[in-house]
């Protein structure tokens, strides 16, 4: 059986079930998604964007499906101590897909504010979510956004009412947790509205000593003047392959920071999609990717400046070491008319040991002249002379190899604007290069496996 | 004053592809039309030995389980490929005549053309191959390269004069099954030029084909190979014209370079098939598969190319470093006017240790055309030691241009450090501003800049094509700034 097979049969036998335990808006997209994942199937390594991942070689496996929403018992404070110093957020937990409604924070957001289950929001604001769900993540883009869009049931909804602000970061911590191999269909509708302000910072973890897939489809929007920081983390284990795909649309003279961190994964595969609609719209991308082992990880990103006067920040680092595996297709798409674009795009990795593989792609595609787009790459190992240097003042070899590659990820980190996150972040990225476990500090109690 | 500058536009307009004439040159044409028959036709006019056939036949059979390639950045018109005439001989007047004798109106194309054929070469010291629509018209300066050793002919006579070194090359870098229109021109191939630099020598002159599109109907299918052995140099220069006409003329050739030990090539194109008019009406589609494989240590290859003409550019000289410490580098500028499109770079391809390349890649686009630049750089997981340094600047004159870059890298080794860079801009005002204030006017600003962008590329090309790039750069620019 092929791999696109078992979902078609999947969900012609489930619809009911699966459309029984979710919400009508949700509901209302799925044919139409079947019927482009039917036609179209799983993109093959011959299709530009899916060059680095072979998309039905992960989705082949026979994973469970826990359509019917059984209870998954977990108290996600017993498995997640995530006391990152000075960062005081308001923390949510999602267990698998769904939110878990018992676990919430003490303090109160600001009024409106609202940060509750997608399946939850879309009954109780309806004409909200309706205006906004699938907009931006056509299934008949991309397979991934047809099997989520097809399959999943529930989610994240955050939602800051125009004007708001919300001081507190809003931290999200997605926990995969099962007894038997699992996939996971997640979804995440963010809307901030205009000039509102929020931090979110999602952290992904696996608990099981399972094989986990997950598809999230996230889909943000970003109103005039807002402000948005969002902040992925992923530090889940070897057996857990992601493929998540993000869509942020931008209004006028809005700004956001959007920043993926993968520290410990199986196969991950992230693409961010920003379109930036309004004029004076600014983004900065930052990525950053440590990793061996057998890790896969492959980023590809498109900001598309539709509008004119709008910035564009990139930056990715890659450290690889082991038999990893990185890959990294950057975007930028300047469409006619978009002019005094301004975009800047840089990838830059570390080949650590023999194995490991680097594909890098920056890609500019510009219809408008009065533009200033640049992009650098590089693939390279640590500088001699620098080690050197090191080495002649009586740091031994293996340390000044860290400082230099913990140098190296700094640019990323220093980037962050969250202060006390960023503190967490260098703090997290030494411990992975020593060798240490990639779990989050917090999480000893609950990762006490071998791995 | 508005009204003088539209006509000094349109004076340029309507001068601009100089080489648009055509020729009434009497020309021995095949049918249209591509079948096993006419590949066999093509092999028994040129009286080819079997292997040869052979080895079109293959190719054929090979093709026609292919599709088009279309992920190049390209609008690209469907080609009808029944309905083109795979061989135009413009030297046959008459079958049965005797000894090949030059037409006096070939000669008179390639004067126009301001090709030297004849005692002109003596002065330039070129030796020149000719090669106009399918056949290989002339070749200079033969007998003084051969007291060196040196093969410098047409693919056609080296068939029958040299048929060992050809069958050990042909295809060993570019093998016709390496894409859709490699396999179509090593089906159908006519003519195109042949080299081969014996150990050693030092060619005393710059070899230099020209190439000719004259017959209506007709695509060019040339392919020129190039063997360099040991501790050999030479510099080739390759440059291409073709009349106007307002359907769209096929060209798809095929070169292959083979460099040995400590051997040098430098290998340089100026392209100039005519483009379209300026509503994208007509032009050639370059359509071009060029490799150079490094095979022995410390050689060197050295591509540099400035397409200014045809109205589709895909075309993508590579090198292949398999030597130890071999080197290789890629020189280009890419202009683009009118409707124009260009998807056009390198691929450098790492399996030698301490193995070297740079690439250089200027675009430029004006008017409504579309300018990719794509690049692979890849290193293998022998390549020890790699090193490669890419830059590729686009430059855009108007809004409704385009400007793109697509760069690869796939490193598959520690030790490998690659590098690339690319930027995106218009002309600085500043500079125009600069340029208006000593009283160079907007038009002539813009080429003094542009000519000063392309620098780094043209330095690279022998003189007399220098010479004649700066010109042509400055022709397909005229009328695009206003």
């Known amino acids: ?451 | 004053m508005m009204e003088e500058k539209n006509s000094f536009v349109r004076q340029v307009a309507e001068k601009k592809y100089e080489y648009g004439f055509t020729t009434d040159v009497q020309t021995e044409i095949i049918e249209k039309g591509l079948s096993e028959e006419v590949v066999r036709l093509i092999s028994a006019k040129k009286g080819e030995p079997d292997w040869l056939l052979q080895f079109r036949l293959n190719a054929f059979r090979y093709w026609q389980t292919l599709e088009p390639p279309t992920w190049g950045h390209l609008q690209m018109p469907e080609i009808d490929f029944q309905d083109i005439s795979y061989y135009a001989d413009p030297t046959r007047k008459k079958a049965e005549e005797g000894p090949k004798e030059i037409d006096p109106e070939l000669m008179k194309t390639f004067d126009k053309l301001g090709i030297p054929l004849e005692e002109r070469m003596a002065l330039s010291g070129t030796a020149v191959d000719a090669v106009m629509d399918s056949v290989s018209v002339k070749t200079t300066f033969r007998e003084k390269l051969q007291e060196q050793g040196i093969i410098f002919c047409s693919i056609s006579e080296a068939v029958r004069e040299h048929p060992d070194l050809v069958r050990q090359y042909l295809g060993s870098v570019v093998p016709y099954k390496d894409n859709f229109y490699a396999a179509l021109n090593s089906a159908v191939f006519s003519d195109g030029s042949f080299v081969y630099i014996p150990r050693g020598v030092r060619c005393p002159m710059e070899l230099s084909t020209y190439f000719r599109i004259n017959a209506r109907g007709t695509g060019q299918f040339e392919r020129t190979l190039i063997v360099c052995d040991d501790n050999a140099y030479v510099s080739y220069l390759e440059g291409c014209t073709a009349p106007m006409r307002d359907e769209n003329q096929l060209h798809a050739a095929i070169v292959e370079i083979v460099v040995m030990e400590n051997a040098e090539v430098k290998y340089s194109t100026v392209q100039n098939w005519y483009p379209g008019d300026a509503q994208g009406k007509g032009g050639v589609l370059n359509l071009v598969t060029k490799r150079g494989h490094l095979r022995g240590a410390n050689s060197r290859l050295s591509w540099t190319q400035v397409e200014t003409g045809s109205a589709i550019t895909w075309k993508y000289p590579s090198c292949v470093l398999s030597g130890e410490g071999s080197q290789a580098e890629f020189y280009s500028v890419a202009v683009t006017n009118n409707f124009q499109q260009a998807d056009t770079g390198t691929k450098m391809i790492h399996i030698g240790r301490n193995t070297r390349s740079t690439i250089i890649s200027k675009g430029i686009s004006a008017g409504h055309s579309q300018n990719s630049y794509r690049g692979l750089v890849r290193v293998a997981s022998t390549a020890e030691g790699a090193r490669n340094y890419s830059s590729c600047d686009s430059l855009l004159l108007g809004s409704s241009c385009g400007a793109h870059t697509f760069p690869y890298m796939d490193v598959h080794n520690e030790t490998a450090v690659v590098e690339h860079e690319a930027t995106t801009s218009k002309i600085s005002e500043d500079q125009l501003f600069y340029c208006n204030q000593r009283g160079i006017s907007t038009e002539d600003a813009v080429g003094l800049i542009v000519n000063g962008y392309a620098r780094d590329v043209i330095n690279k090309l022998p003189m007399e094509f220098a010479v004649e790039a700066q010109k042509l750069l400055g022709v397909s620019l005229e009328g695009s700034v206003g």
């Open chain 1, 1 to 451: 059986m092929n791999a696109e097979q078992q979902y078609i049969d999947l969900y012609s036998q489930q619809r009911e079930l699966i459309a029984r335990r979710s919400a009508p808006i949700m509901n209302a997209l799925r044919d139409e998604a079947f019927e482009c994942f039917r036609q179209a199937g799983f993109p093959s390594r011959k299709v530009e964007r899916y060059r680095y991942t072979d998309v039905a070689a992960a989705f082949a496996p026979d994973y469970g499906l826990n359509l019917s929403r059984l209870h998954i018992p977990v108290n996600p404070y017993d498995v997640f101590h995530c006391d990152v110093p000075n960062l005081s957020t308001s923390l949510y937990f999602v267990v698998n897909d769904q939110f878990h409604e018992q676990a919430q924070p003490k303090a109160s957001l600001p009024e409106g504010v609202q940060v509750m289950s997608l399946l939850r929001a879309a009954q109780e604001f309806p004409e909200l979510v309706g205006k906004y769900y699938g907009t931006q993540a056509r299934a008949r883009k991309d397979a991934v956004n047809a099997l989520n869009t097809m399959l999943a049931q529930d989610g994240l909804f955050v939602y800051v009412p125009r004007g708001r602000a919300v001081e507190r970061p809003i931290q999200v911590v997605n926990i995969l947790r099962a007894d038997v191999d699992l996939m996971v269909n997640r979804r995440l509708l963010v809307i901030l509205e205009q000039g509102a302000q929020a931090k979110l910072l999602f952290c992904d973890h696996a608990i099981d000593d399972r094989k986990f897939l997950a598809t999230q489809v996230s889909e943000v929007f970003v109103g005039e003047n807002a402000h948005l920081e969002l902040y992925e983390l992923e530090e889940t284990h070897a057996q857990t392959s992601r493929f998540s795909n993000m869509y942020v649309s931008q209004q006028a003279y809005s700004s956001a920071v959007i920043d993926s961190i993968t520290l410990q994964n199986g196969l991950s595969r992230n693409r961010t999609d920003v379109s930036l609609c309004g004029e004076y719209s600014e983004v900065t991308l930052y990525g950053g990717v440590i990793a061996d082992g057998q890790q896969r990880v492959d980023n590809n990103t498109l900001i598309d400046h539709r509008a004119a006067c709008c910035q564009s920040r990139e930056l990715y680092k890659y450290v690889l070491d082991g038999q990893a595996v990185g890959a990294f297709a950057g975007r930028v798409l300047v469409r006619e008319g978009a002019q005094k674009s301004v975009s800047q795009e840089t990838n830059a990795n570390l080949c650590a040991s023999r194995q490991a593989r680097m594909y890098s792609q920056p890609m500019l595609e510009i219809y408008a002249d009065d533009v200033k787009c640049s992009h650098g790459s590089t693939v390279g190992q640590l500088d001699e002379a620098a080690l050197f240097y090191m080495r002649q003042r009586g740091i031994p070899e293996a340390e000044a190899r860290l400082l230099l590659k913990f140098a190296f990820m700094g640019q990323v980190l220093d980037g962050i604007p969250m202060s006390s996150l960023r503190d967490r972040l260098h703090y997290l990225v030494e411990k992975r290069f020593r060798g240490g476990l990639g779990k989050c500090g917090g999480c000893q109690n609950a990762l006490n496996c071998e791995r």
